[in-house]
């Protein structure tokens, strides 16, 4: 057993200090009024004792004796006394020993405990950083995988409204077309009939040309000729009318902030929209002056629109749509109202869903009105919706006005 | 393995209470000093705080001469129960030659019973002591207690283990040495082959019992 432990035997020599032996000698001394001294298990005096002449009594410490009192007193009595006064010194010696060396021994155990707890705690702690750092990274990834496809899903959200107006446009700027063509055919026609004059005006024969103008109705003629170019003019104003509109829809000829007035963005947007509602419903527009407002005008004209095309997709015949703008609580209001089929109630609290869409496959991407709404919220807006099936449907946008 | 001084001829057992808080480990030994009458007895020496509560260890040291002149030591420590000193646990356990592990019958200490006994389960794995071979009496103690579990469901819970149950309310001082007495004879076969007690020391297991607990061998 190794003599750290704290239950090895111990021996008298470990259990008197030299300092507290001295002082148990003088009183020992003065006790016992003769020569004595102490012998260790082996009847061997202690260090620095000197042996002395007399009866030796055991000091027994648990059991069996850890050393022996000699004296020359011949006095048992005293002698006993002496015994039973050392003896106490020595069991709470041993004692006192054997709580310290436990607690050192216990103090090392849990110390011990603790550094396997740190260890482990340390490797589980390097072990979850490690992961963190890789989870941090995997999240990036992934955000910028989901950020791609997103973008990707706008733009083709983007392009089949463009594609839906496109149709529309075309149909609308093909009209103005014909009929300038068909007036220029018209044209050339009266030119070459005014080319007969030239031999004629050439010849100064005044009486031939009277009679020839006159037979020929040039009168009439050139009244047509007038009427017909008026009216190619303004069917050319209408192309670039609408040329207009679409380029100020699209906001190709513009790019990201800028500080615009949205009655403007609301009209070209109507306009253009008026294409496809032309002959079934009519646009009304009710519009307050706004404050200019910084955003971006492209986007906030793609959510009017394609609100402006759900509303004329839900009207069949003579319908009505009312847009309406005005100030109100330091926020612009935007409405747009319809009176057609409305939206059922079990199908409302999902309209701003991503990919939720009532159409037909091929009709729309089920994005219009999730991508209208997340463009009001970028704007630090709310959109609302209230419907009622076959009475009609009004959104209303809010923007805020900055302080 | 016990502690063998060739030149002082003396075999020194080292044997451990072990059990929860308040379980009764230091009134096993109180009761024992009264009881038994060995050849050779010690003092108790306690080490507890003001509550009773023991803070390192008690030890009562009994003993006795073998026919050979062998001095038979036991030097029979307790263990502080509460969970916190566990450090102190693991230190008494150490070197161990026998344990009672003292369990409190009322019904609502037998998770601390559980716990307790993992922990000893534990600590004997740390100080590398073999669980399988290690002599070990678990003695349910308390039984004068209302509340307790009946002795057939400590079988029922118990009767799977390797190692004997005892009863006893160590207060009364029942059960206290028949404990002992248990203890005693495992730790004589688990010493009996190394220390060749029978041959060498002429002490049989009745005998190394009998000196223990009640008188000097003849």
Redesign the interface.
């Known amino acids: 057993m190794s003599e750290e432990c704290f239950d090895h035997d111990f021996s008298l020599d470990d259990l008197l200090p030299q300092a507290e032996r001295d002082r148990l000698r003088s009183a020992l001394a003065v006790l016992l009024g003769a020569p004595f001294c102490l012998l260790d298990t082996q009847g061997i005096p202690l260090p620095c004792e000197t042996e002395v002449a007399g009866e030796r009594v055991p000091l027994v410490l648990e059991l069996e004796p850890v050393g022996y009192l000699k004296c020359s007193c011949g006095d048992a009595n005293r002698q006993r006394a002496a015994k039973v006064l050392v003896e106490m010194l020595l069991r709470n010696a041993a004692r006192y020993r054997m709580a310290s060396r436990l607690h050192v021994e216990s103090v090392r155990a849990d110390y011990e405990a603790l550094q396997i707890k740190h260890s482990a705690l340390q490797q589980s702690e390097a072990r979850f950083r490690a992961l963190s750092a890789t989870l941090e990274q995997r999240v990036n990834e992934q955000v910028k995988t989901i950020e791609g496809t997103q973008r990707q899903l706008y733009q083709a959200e983007k392009m089949a409204s463009v594609g839906q107006l496109a149709a529309g446009v075309a149909h609308e700027i093909n009209n103005p077309i014909g009929f300038i063509r068909s007036n220029l055919n018209s044209a050339r026609g009266y030119v070459q009939q005014l080319a007969e004059l030239e031999p004629i005006i050439k010849a100064r024969d005044a009486n031939q040309l009277a009679d020839v103008w006159q037979k020929k109705q040039f009168d009439g003629l050139l009244e047509d000729f007038s009427d017909l170019l008026q009216e190619s003019i303004s069917g050319a104003d209408r192309v670039a009318r609408i040329v207009a509109d679409l380029k100020s829809f699209s906001s190709v000829d513009r790019g990201g902030v800028e500080n615009a007035d949205l009655n403007d963005c609301i009209r070209s947007v109507c306009n253009v929209a008026s294409v496809h509602a032309a002959g079934h419903a009519r646009i009304e527009l009710e519009l307050e002056a706004l404050p200019k407002l910084n955003c971006n005008a492209g986007h906030i004209n793609q959510a009017l629109m394609n609100i402006l095309l759900n509303a004329i997709k839900a009207i069949k015949e003579n319908g009505r749509i009312v847009v309406r703008s005005k100030v109100a609580n330091r926020e612009i209001v935007i409405s747009i109202s319809d009176n057609g089929a409305g939206i059922p109630s079990d199908v409302l609290p999902r309209i701003f869903d991503p990919f939720f869409t009532t159409h037909d496959v091929g009709q729309g991407t089920g994005l219009g009105l999730s991508v209208c709404r997340d463009i009001i919220i970028a704007h630090g807006g709310r959109i609302e919706v209230e419907s009622e099936s076959g009475q009609g449907t009004t959104f209303v946008i809010y923007l805020p006005i900055p302080a | 393995m016990a ?1 063998y001084d060739e030149i ?1 001829g ?1 075999l ?1 057992f ?1 044997l451990v209470y072990y059990g929860p808080a308040l379980s009764g480990k230091t009134t096993n030994l109180m009761r024992l000093h009264d009881l038994v009458a060995a050849e ?4 108790l ?1 306690t ?1 507890e705080t003001q509550n009773d509560r023991t ?3 008690d ?1 009562l ?3 006795f001469r073998a026919p050979s002149g062998l ?1 038979v ?1 036991f ?1 029979l ?1 307790t263990v502080p129960g509460q969970v916190a ?4 646990r ?3 356990l ?2 161990a030659d026998g344990v009672v592990f003292v369990a409190d019958s009322q019904r609502s200490q037998s998770a601390n019973n559980g716990e307790s006994f993992q922990n000893l389960m534990d600590n004997l794995q740390r100080v590398g002591l073999d669980m399988e071979r290690l002599p070990l009496v678990v003695q349910f103690n308390k039984r004068d207690l209302p509340n307790i579990l009946s002795e057939q469901e400590v079988h029922e819970r118990w009767g799977g283990a390797p190692w004997p149950v005892t009863f006893a309310s160590a207060v009364a001082g029942a059960g206290v040495v028949e404990t002992f007495d248990m203890l005693l004879r495992a730790v004589y076969r688990h010493a009996e082959n190394d220390y060749a007690l029978a041959a060498r020391h002429q002490l049989s297991e009745q005998d190394f019992v009998a000196a223990a607990i009640m008188a000097p061998v003849k």
Do not use: N
């Open positions: 502690e002082a003396k020194t080292k050779l007895k010690g003092e020496m080490l803070l390192f260890f030890l040291p009994l003993g001095l030591k030097k420590f000193h566990d450090g102190t693991k230190a008494v150490s070197r």
